[in-house]
């Protein structure tokens, strides 16, 4: 009963996680030097929504290079080339035939395991102290900290580099 | 001895007919003889030498820890291994030693089992060929097999034989051939989309996905959270059943393995079949199914038939919505998923360093291949704000759907479904890279997605060799956390199909002139 609750609890937080569109994006943020460690924390994470541009070129299945832009941004990656662009159009219009399925009154499915009590541990310090064996995973430390370049200087607009877009 | 199941293995071990340490010795040499199948990244050869080492000293004493104490195994690089390099096949983690290992690992080594090495895949995971890592591609061992060469020799045409070599399907393929060319026993792969039972079916040997919830994910790098499972491949049913029963249960690190208490995996030999109802989608008959395997699976539904099962045609609608909807969700978990590669704490870091978001987005660029920066960006697209109800959220319900498509048919009392695994054989490496990376999975996930989104279990078991003489494998789906159930059925079909063990031997013998020319072209492997 106990643990029922705490997974409904748990569903109203994933819910207004969802709603929070930073775009520091801190859930996919993982411990130092874990990059398998995810599991342990959370279950199937909700991907977070996303802030975007007004204008895209939704149903069209071409993208304009506004949106292009924004995801290079918001990814930090970037497209490289036009079949890269190409690429996601494709994806876009293979995504698109999702349209033709009747969802009406289906709630969304995010885990399979929803119909489970969530297992909580307690919340004891079972392990740490090993800031060394983390570090050494770093290419750049100073001490017992990672170094970043200056953290105050957004994604510059690169004006000789124009996004990859559509001529017309 | 090294083509011998992992049971009758571990019998030898037990009666003293080979040692753990010569077992070891045995299994490296033929990972270097078969070094240019690229089937491992990393070789452990030190740590397994050691680890064989200390098994040895515990059979001696007679204090020896169970079915796998001192069997080889091997393990995809995508799951963490403690001082072991970890790289998913990526640029992004070359270099990359987890400080811990991942609880299927942890677990393997603490039944004494001996490390191998980590297996070839494609980057992160993301493919079904083992054709896109930062390391090459893994080369089907039934390419060189005695079988396949025949029939080749009998066609007139004229093109080089060692340019046609087969993929292996993937993206675990690394692990599908390692074990298929005998280099060890069992080896783990994940299964996400159907990458476990893909290269199964294409190297003939047995792929296992549990149930979701049932196997730890700590300590895998993931992929999909909400469908990844770790994967077991092994030469026969009993063996896949062996492993699992070491990995099953309960994870303190993994909060989505279930707590029902664990119970071991031993199959019983089913000899009644009687009481079985087999379903067969009808949804799984496509136009682009082989007439080969099309008819290997009808004759599997006969042979359960005739054994007295109840087989009948049963209907998953949604399924031709399944592909589609397993891209968005895909795609749009793999794009927060690999949000975590920034440079910064671990993996691949630039030189720029203008600004933080400036290193990020260089690092990002350097490590990452197209296909992993391709999902990235379309999963982004899927999640923007405008996007996430029409594409994210409709791909959820859809989920849905295709989840209450197979409860529906197990609660008419279907107890096990049979399917296809593949549309067809493994093909040629020249024919499979003619399409891209997205619509290879597309085709080749056919069967095996919608599995993973209903978190049910399913393995791939070889049925028959092709015209061609390569390997088929069909498909059994089971309840969910039936697993045992589902293996007992493979197991009694497996039995019923007698699939032909593979031959190697005359590669081992002759053919070592032609592998000296393959591994000048092939990347070379780090030792």
């Known amino acids: 009963m106990w643990a029922r609750a705490v997974w409904l609890g748990r569903r109203s937080w994933m819910g207004w996680r969802r709603g929070f569109t930073s775009k520091g994006d801190p859930q996919v943020k993982t411990g130092a030097g874990r990059a398998g460690g995810e599991a342990a924390q959370e279950t199937e994470r909700v991907p977070p929504m996303t802030p975007s541009p007004a204008s895209s070129a939704q149903g069209s299945g071409r993208v304009t290079a506004e949106v292009i832009e924004h995801l290079e941004r918001l990814a930090l990656v970037d497209f490289g080339s036009q079949e890269a662009v190409a690429r996601l159009e494709k994806a876009i219009a293979f995504a698109d035939r999702l349209r033709a399925v009747d969802t009406d009154g289906v709630e969304p499915m995010e885990s399979v395991l929803e119909d489970r009590c969530l297992y909580l541990r307690s919340d004891n310090v079972v392990e740490g102290n090993c800031v060394e064996e983390l570090l050494q995973n770093a290419h750049r430390v100073v001490e017992e900290y990672f170094v970043a370049p200056p953290g105050n200087i957004s994604l510059s607009k690169q004006d000789e580099q124009k996004p990859f877009s559509h001529t017309d | ?527």
């Not at chain 2, 060319?181 to 003939?204: E, I, M, Q, V, Y």
């Open chain 2, 1 to 527: 001895m090294l083509g011998r199941t992992l049971r009758e293995v571990s019998a030898a071990l037990k009666q003293g007919q080979i040692t753990p340490i010569e077992l070891c010795q045995k299994c490296l040499s033929l990972i270097k003889k078969t070094k240019f199948l690229n089937a491992y990244i990393t070789v452990s050869e030190e740590v397994a030498l050691k680890q064989a080492e200390e098994s040895e000293k515990r059979y001696k004493k007679g204090h020896s820890l169970g079915d796998l104490d001192g069997i080889p195994i091997a393990v995809k690089d995508n799951f963490s291994t403690s001082g072991i390099e970890t790289t998913c096949a990526s640029n992004m983690l070359k270099g990359y030693v987890p400080p811990y290992n991942a609880t299927v690992v942890q677990r393997l080594l603490d039944q004494g089992a001996v490390l191998m090495g980590k297996t070839n895949l494609d980057e992160f995971a993301m493919g079904s060929g083992s054709t896109d890592g930062a390391f090459g591609p893994v080369k089907n061992p039934w390419s060189y097999s005695k079988q396949y060469r025949e029939k080749r020799k009998q066609k007139p045409h004229g093109e080089k034989e060692d340019s046609n070599w087969l993929i292996t399907g993937g993206s675990s393929g690394g692990s599908a051939a390692a074990v298929s060319a005998f280099t060890c026993f069992a080896a783990l792969g994940s299964d996400t989309g159907g990458s476990t039972r893909n290269p199964a079916a294409h190297c003939g040997i047995v792929g296992f996905k549990p149930s979701y919830g049932l196997v730890s994910r700590h300590g895998l790098i993931p992929l999909v959270n909400s469908m990844d499972v770790p994967g077991i491949l092994t030469r026969c049913v009993d063996d896949a059943a062996i492993v699992l029963g070491m990995l099953a249960g309960h994870d303190p690190k993994d909060s989505t393995t279930i707590q029902d208490p664990g119970k071991p995996f031993m199959l019983s030999s089913l000899t009644d079949v009687s009481k079985l109802c087999i379903g067969i989608p009808k949804e799984y008959l496509v136009p682009e199914l082989s007439s080969e395997v099309r008819s290997f699976w009808s004759k599997a539904a006969n042979l359960f038939e005739s054994e007295g099962a109840k087989v009948i045609e049963v209907s998953l609608p949604h399924t031709s919505h399944s592909i589609v909807c397993y891209h968005v969700l895909c795609t749009s978990e793999v794009a927060s998923n690999m949000a975590r590669f920034d440079g910064l704490e671990y993996g691949h870091r630039c030189d720029i360093d203008v600004s933080t978001e400036a290193m990020y987005a260089a690092t990002r660029r350097e490590g990452f291949n197209d296909v992993v920066r391709g999902r990235i960006l379309a999963g982004n697209f899927f999640l923007l704000k405008e996007n996430y109800a029409n594409y994210f959220a409709k791909a959820q319900k859809v989920r849905r759907l295709i989840a209450n498509d197979f409860v529906n048919v197990f609660n008419s009392g279907v107890d096990v479904l049979l399917t296809p695994t593949t549309l067809s054989e493994a093909v040629p490496y020249p024919e499979f890279i003619k399409e891209d990376n997205r619509t290879r999975s597309a085709q080749d996930d056919i069967f095996t997605q919608a599995v993973n989104m209903a978190g049910l279990p399913a393995v791939s078991v070889p049925v028959a060799l092709s015209n061609q003489g390569l390997p088929v494998g069909l498909q059994f789906i089971g309840r969910a956390f039936c697993d045992q159930q589902l293996l007992t059925v493979a197991k009694w079909f497996e039995k019923q199909v007698q699939f032909p063990v593979i031959q190697l031997q005359e590669l081992m013998d002759d053919c070592s002139s032609v592998f000296e020319i393959e591994k000048l072209a092939s990347v070379s492997l780090q030792q």
